[in-house]
């Protein structure tokens, strides 16, 4: 719990120093028509994670558009869940929740052959390891048009740390 307040203070910090947050950058572009991605989209980068901050991850490195509209209004909900989730079951659930929301035209259209399959293994992870692998699973269907450009420069990192889940190195 302590991990996690420690986090969540360092995100809004960084959140807040980087000129506010995915919401406002949501309205900006709303009013501008501009559904492309942002050059600056307030990426989050961690160092050392637990499950629920890799997850936040990647979903606040993926543009708008690769959204459904109504993730707008769920989000800050479901990033404070992501980062105080306690069990598999309710990670697994958040996980499987925010791909729900994720358009089909953001992802590789061979996900559409992994996708039930893949909701099953999330359903029945026993640990936070096998998360991590369906998670960076997830990321690899995931079209490049549609992460921030910053993402190429954390992925490396980011899957490691995925990996490295699954040694419960942390």
């Known amino acids: 719990m302590k991990y996690n307040l420690i986090v ?4 809004v910090t960084v959140l807040t120093s980087c000129g506010g947050n995915k919401t406002e950058e949501a309205s900006t ?5 501009n559904t492309e991605q942002k050059e600056d989209n307030n990426e ?12 936040v991850e990647l979903e606040s490195n993926m543009g708008w558009s690769s959204v459904n509209a109504d993730w707008k209004m769920r ?5 404070e869940s992501c980062l ?11 996980l499987t929740e925010f791909e729900t929301y994720v358009e ?3 992802v590789n259209p061979d996900w559409s052959d992994r996708r039930d399959l893949w909701i099953e293994d999330v359903l029945a992870a026993q640990t936070d390891g096998d998360l ?5 699973e997830f990321e690899s269907y995931v079209l490049w048009e549609v992460v921030s450009p910053n993402w ?3 992925r490396e990192r980011w899957i490691k740390d995925c990996e490295n889940l699954n040694q419960g190195s942390w």
Do not use: H, P
Not at 8 to 11: E, R, S
Not at 29 to 33: A, C, P, V
Not at 75 to 79: I, N, Q, T
Not at 132 to 136: E, N, Q
């Open 75 to 79: 989000r800050d909900s479901w990033v």
């Open 104 to 106: 089909w035209s953001a």
């Open 84 to 94: 105080a989730s306690g069990d598999n079951g309710e990670k697994a659930s958040l």
């Open 132 to 136: 991590g692998m369906l998670l960076a």
């Open 152 to 154: 190429v420069n954390v």
């Open 29 to 33: 572009d709303k009013q501008s028509g």
């Open 8 to 11: 969540l203070i360092f995100t």
């Open 44 to 55: 989050t980068s961690v160092t050392s994670a637990e499950f629920g901050d890799l997850l």
